[in-house]
């Protein structure tokens, strides 16, 4: 089994894609394939102790889930099934999507709910990223003015999403004992 675990939730595809880009960089030994949160066990989830978990922003800021109209269950319906593991010890960092200028008052919020679900069971949360170089009004996702893990605009700023990812994979390098 790959050491690290890779999950998102989606609701266009986008979410996936850039789980894909993350897979890409490292052999099966390291990275698991990505798997949407719909598809897996709380077993499955569980069983590593590295996670990246990728999530878009919807709506008013939403996690993605059946109450934010996607097509099928996601975050919203999976975190229940997984409230009662204890993630001391296990080390996450997390991405997001969003559109900061349609949701400018909402940018990556979906991203604090991973945030402090898996901060209040335990999780050493890695990979805060900074605010610079975005035009939003506020999220919810920004704590010590940085965000709590990578975000992303595929909507407005697609051209630096490689530039970003790769800058945010050597910073999480050293809490996950990756090879970059």
Do not use: C, H
């Amino acid at each position: 089994m790959a050491r690290i675990g890779l999950f998102f939730g989606t609701n266009t595809g986008n979410t996936r894609k850039i789980a894909k880009q993350i897979k890409k960089r490292f052999d099966d030994d390291t990275v698991a394939d990505p798997l949407n949160v719909n598809r897996v066990t709380a077993e499955d989830f569980a069983a590593y102790d590295y996670l990246i978990l990728g999530t878009p922003t919807l709506g008013e800021g939403q996690l993605p889930g059946l109450s934010s109209d996607t097509e099928a269950e996601s975050w919203e319906e999976f975190l229940p099934k997984i409230e009662d593991v204890d993630f001391s010890g296990k080390t996450i960092a997390l991405f997001g999507l969003g559109d900061q200028v349609s949701y400018a008052n909402e940018f990556v919020d979906a991203l604090i709910f991973l945030y402090d679900f898996f901060s209040d069971r335990g999780a050493n949360i890695v990979g805060a990223w900074p605010t610079d170089g975005y035009d939003f009004t506020t999220s919810q996702a920004v704590v010590d003015d940085k965000f709590v893990g990578l975000a992303l605009d595929l909507d407005n700023q697609a051209d630096q999403t490689e530039a970003r990812l790769n800058a945010w994979l050597k910073l999480i390098a050293p809490d996950f004992d990756l090879p970059l």
